[in-house]
T-cell receptor
């Protein structure tokens, strides 16, 4: 079984600044994947970034990067140069061999102009 | 990335009605999923399918049913809708050997 915990319900960041969203997980599987998804208000859930657990190198996608600490079971998302369009609900999720996603409760990110 | 479609986007119906939420994808993905997203925004897996004629119940118990007669189509049916079914329903799909799921736009269901 897998669990994903996002303990911060909401965060705020100033436009152009950097923000880090926290996530911890627990799994009994040796091979698993971790994801961050973004869900803007009334819009489609989209993939932000993914990390394969067997890879030591942290994934990056343009302004988005992760800090994957496998021993600590931590998977935080860093958003650099925050933009107004980054305002959304962000979900951390994990999946194992059965490919079923387990989601955290999500965090609402607001961006102040 | 998958093209995945859901209809209707919004639905308001009365108690006791039978409804079907449609989900289709054009990428030939074998795996498809239905999630229920409650007002607190938490997502729960309610059904999944790994291919034609394969359907399984997810982690959250649901009174809905699903079918998978064609690879591209994964409809969800409620035989008798109730106010407790009011929620957003998200459909997703993934490649046979892929772990990344791609989501449709969702159907927001309101049962009066």
């Amino acid at each position: 079984a897998q669990t994903v915990t996002q303990s911060q319900p909401e965060m705020s960041v100033q436009e152009a600044e950097t923000v880090t969203l926290s996530c911890t997980y627990d799994t009994s599987e040796s091979d698993y994947y971790l994801f961050w998804y973004k869900q803007p208000p009334s819009r489609q859930m989209i993939l932000v970034i993914r990390q394969e657990a067997y890879k030591q190198q942290n994934a990056t996608e343009n302004r988005f990067s992760v800090n994957f600490q496998k021993a600590a079971k931590s998977f935080s998302l860093k958003i650099s140069d925050s933009q107004l369009g980054d305002a959304a609900m962000y979900f951390c999720a994990s999946t194992g061999a059965n490919s079923k996603l387990t989601f955290g409760k999500g965090i609402t990110l607001s961006v102040r102009p | 990335e998958a093209d995945i479609y859901q209809t209707p986007r919004y639905l308001v119906i009365g108690t006791g009605k039978k409804i079907t939420l449609e989900c289709s994808q054009t990428m030939g993905h074998d795996k498809m999923y239905w999630y229920q997203q409650d007002p607190g925004m938490e997502l729960h897996l309610i059904h999944y399918s790994y291919g034609v004629n394969s359907t399984e119940k997810g982690d959250l118990s649901s009174e809905s049913t699903v079918s998978r007669i064609r690879t591209e189509h994964f409809p969800l049916t409620l035989e008798s809708a109730r106010p407790s079914h009011t929620s957003q329903y998200l459909c997703a799909s993934s490649r046979p050997t892929g772990m990344t799921q791609y989501f449709g736009p969702g159907t927001r269901l309101t049962v009066l």
